[in-house]
Nanobody
Framework: QVQLVESGGGLVQPGGSLTLSCVVS????????MKWYRQAPGKEREWVALHDRYDRATNYADFVKGRFTISLDKPKNTLYLQMTSLKPEDTAVYYC????????????WGRGTQVTVSP
């Protein structure tokens, strides 16, 4: 069955680093558009980063560009988000998302992992 399981969240000081993992089962993540989203308290869920299907491209939201790196380990079928220079405004629940392509009715979500950036 399809399952996305995030891990790696935690408490970190401003300027610190964390790497999030999303273990994918039930489909080949390299054939799907894989994304990270986040949602802070009282705010809408927002897109963070994209790893395009078939390794065609990566893209980032402006507020993380230059600080975050998305990658896919194909043999492990695991998506990563390497986060550096973390800011308090990065505090959110981070979610892994997989969709076979844009406008597909098939979309899968993990349950999220909490990232807290605080002095």
């Amino acid at each position: 069955q399809v399952q996305l399981v995030e891990s790696g969240g935690g408490l970190v000081q401003p300027g610190g680093s964390l790497t999030l993992s999303c273990v994918v089962s039930g489909f080949d993540a390299s054939t799907y558009d894989m994304k990270w989203y986040r949602q802070a308290p009282g705010k809408e869920r927002e897109w963070v980063a994209l790893h395009d299907r078939y390794d065609r491209a990566t893209n980032y939201a402006d507020f993380v560009k230059g600080r975050f790196t998305i990658s896919l380990d194909k043999p492990k079928n695991t998506l990563y988000l390497q986060m550096t220079s973390l800011k308090p405004e990065d505090t959110a629940v981070y979610y892994c998302n997989g969709r076979v392509h844009a406008w597909s009715p098939e979309e899968h979500w993990g349950r999220g992992t909490q990232v807290t950036v605080s002095p």
